[in-house]
């Protein structure tokens, strides 16, 4: 695990986009897996405008996210789908038959999980997986358990997950309390990985994801055993951190 140091937000923004913009250069047709809230929303804004300056071409790209809240339809504003169009597929040349997320809207949820493993193995699972990681250490939807999960699965979201997303809906209520998100073995099928975190919120997780023992109860600590993974943190979530 190689963790990089990023002087703020916009730092680690333009760190992650650059590692991004060089897979997509080096591979245009290559398999990116995204990640939704709030963390990723300033690299792919650069992302954007590297593609507006003409650096850019996404045309062969195919992406798959991590998650998306069981319940919510494509064009629910709080769906992961709707997030994605709104922070990057509506902004660049991607073919959007060529962007997958989970089905929240399928009630079925073994069928819903079943066919994305589908897919995503088809895909021959991504090139560079993009992440972020939750308050409690989660990666995708994997909250913390008692053992590490394998593929794309129908999870009950932890109140403390709950908590931390509520901000992004009018009331805690409206919170899904259930989301489709690929396992663990999954996110580690990916050939690189990338994790991004900022702000004194995460410094916990960041320091457990880094130096913590490999549990389940901190599920992004299994990172620690990937063979190409690097974490881009500002100085507020690698507080806790040793300073190498
Ligand atoms: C959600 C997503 C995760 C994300 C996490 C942190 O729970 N499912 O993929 O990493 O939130 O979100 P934020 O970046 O908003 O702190």
């Known amino acids: 695990m190689k963790i990089l ?13 650059n590692i991004i913009s060089a897979q997509v250069i080096l591979k245009p047709d290559c398999v990116l897996g995204l990640a939704t809230g709030s963390t990723p929303i300033g690299t792919y804004q650069q992302l954007i405008k590297w593609y507006e300056k003409g650096d850019l071409d996404f045309s062969q790209v195919s992406t798959y996210n991590l998650d998306e809240y ?9 769906s992961y789908h709707y997030f994605m169009r709104e922070n990057l597929f509506d902004h660049v040349n991607i073919d959007q038959a060529n962007t997958h997320v989970p089905d929240g809207s399928n009630p079925d949820a073994d069928a819903a999980c079943a066919e994305y493993d589908t897919i995503v193995a088809a895909a021959g699972y991504p090139d560079l ?10 990666i995708g939807f994997n909250e913390p358990d ?4 394998k593929g794309t699965h129908c999870v009950d979201l932890t109140e403390s997950t709950i908590q931390a997303n509520s901000r992004l809906f009018d009331r805690i209520e409206d919170v899904p309390r259930q989301a489709y998100t690929m396992g663990t073995q999954t996110i580690m099928s990916a050939r690189a990985i990338l994790v991004i975190a900022n702000g004194e919120a995460k410094a916990q997780a960041v320091h457990d994801m880094c130096y913590g023992p490999i549990t389940p109860s901190c599920p992004a600590s299994i990172l620690q055993l990937h063979a190409n993974c690097v974490v881009i943190a500002d100085e507020a979530a690698l507080a806790l951190c040793p300073a190498e």
């Open 70 to 78: 069981r319940g919510l339809t494509h064009d629910d504003p709080q």
């Open 146 to 149: 008692d053992h590490f999960s």
């Open 5 to 17: 140091r990023a002087k703020d937000y916009a730092d680690m923004s333009r760190k992650a986009a």
């Open 129 to 138: 997986q993009l992440l972020g990681i939750g308050n409690n250490g989660h």
